[in-house]
């Protein structure tokens, strides 16, 4: 049974809406003081993110706080490899880092498949618990980093700006390499299911890193990737249709080709026109996207004015078609009272474009 607000969802569809919807990436997170204190009293990041009823409460934090369309499941791209068995940590100011690399044949030979219903089993009761308390008022968004995205983490052991032990494999071992991705697009697949399952309605894939290949290789080591778990994924759950979205940072020069991947949507950064892309694609999927994220610390009349740019920009919906987004995740300094003037715009601006 669909939600009682099922704006995104139709938007995502192209359905009819009566204004355009709005959910922020990362949008439970550390510009909410309310998250600070519950990831305060969890102890760590990953004590926070495997309680199933801690990953609810922040998860609904931006929900109860602002009228967003949609939750997002609160958990990280890095869950996959985790339940591998590479030993993920987060150092304070460092980010992410991987007790074991993947960088030779034993290590590629020793992935495997996690089974989402036992070492992700944290992932999926969070999903259960979530559901729960939304009690169908909106729906929530399921998710997984690429497998390109992961491999980055997995083969760099932690964060990375030049990608050069990625890039260095893919371009001398590319066998052992598409192992990896191999593996990768199995689980990601299994896991995302296994959140549909568990009560996701829509699910996205985050390719964070897509955008750092050249051209060719995007289309060989990330998009045809995540074509396959758009294949695999589960398209219906409980009669309603399970919409996907794919989203590469970076995706301006692949965008026809990922409107035919077979997703429902796609995500887009701030450095392209949301109304170029929509005539260039002719239509063919939902957009999601795209403003700025700094924008979010400028005063409230211009996070207006740019709201309406962003909407301006897409232009008149005869159907849905576009969710409003940032073009990459928030920003832990945000003020929240800017949040609440961006949706506000949204929704308020918006409406005028459904009629």
């Given amino acids: 049974m669909r939600p009682e607000n099922d704006t995104f969802l139709k938007a995502l569809l192209k359905e009819k809406t009566e204004y355009t919807p709005v959910w922020l990436m990362r949008q439970a997170g550390r510009y909410l003081p309310e998250y600070c204190e519950t990831r305060a009293r969890a102890g760590s990041f990953m004590k926070l993110a495997m309680n199933p009823y801690l990953a609810c409460e ?143 309605q829509a699910v996205m894939i985050f390719d964070s890193w897509g955008g750092a290949l050249a051209n060719r290789q995007y289309r060989e080591f990330s998009l045809a990737y995540m074509k396959k778990i758009v294949e695999g994924l589960t398209k219906e759950h409980d009669g309603d249709k399970v919409p996907s979205i794919i989203f590469t940072k970076g995706d301006a020069p692949w965008v026809e080709e990922i409107a035919n991947s077979g997703a429902d949507a796609m995500g887009l950064d701030w450095t392209v026109s949301l109304g170029s892309v929509r005539k260039q694609i002719q239509d063919k999927v939902a957009l999601q996207g795209n403003l700025d994220p700094a924008v979010l610390f400028a005063d409230e009349k211009v996070i207006r004015d740019q709201a309406r740019a962003v909407i301006d920009d897409y232009g008149m919906i005869g159907n849905g078609g576009h969710v409003f987004n940032l073009g990459h995740g928030i920003d832990k300094t945000t003020p929240p009272e800017s949040v609440g003037a961006l949706v506000d715009e949204v929704h308020s601006y918006s409406v005028k474009f459904h009629r």
């Fill in 58 to 200: 922040v998860t609904l934090q931006p929900v109860e706080r602002f009228s967003l369309d949609a939750a997002i499941l609160f958990s990280d791209i890095l869950t996959v490899p985790d339940a591998m068995g590479l030993g993920l940590s987060f150092a304070a100011g460092e980010g992410p880092r991987f007790e074991k690399i993947v960088r030779d044949e034993k290590t590629v030979s020793e992935l495997f498949v996690p089974d989402p219903n036992d070492k992700l089993k944290y992932v999926t009761d969070a999903v259960v618990e979530i559901r729960k308390a939304l009690n169908n008022r909106i729906p929530l968004i399921g998710f997984s980093g690429s497998p390109f995205t992961l491999a980055c983490y997995m083969v760099e052991g932690r964060s990375s700006t030049s990608f050069s032990n990625v890039k260095k494999m893919m371009y001398q071992r590319p066998d052992l390499f598409h192992k990896i991705l191999d593996v990768n697009t199995k689980a990601v697949t299994a896991y995302l299911n296994a959140q549909i399952e568990a009560g996701a």
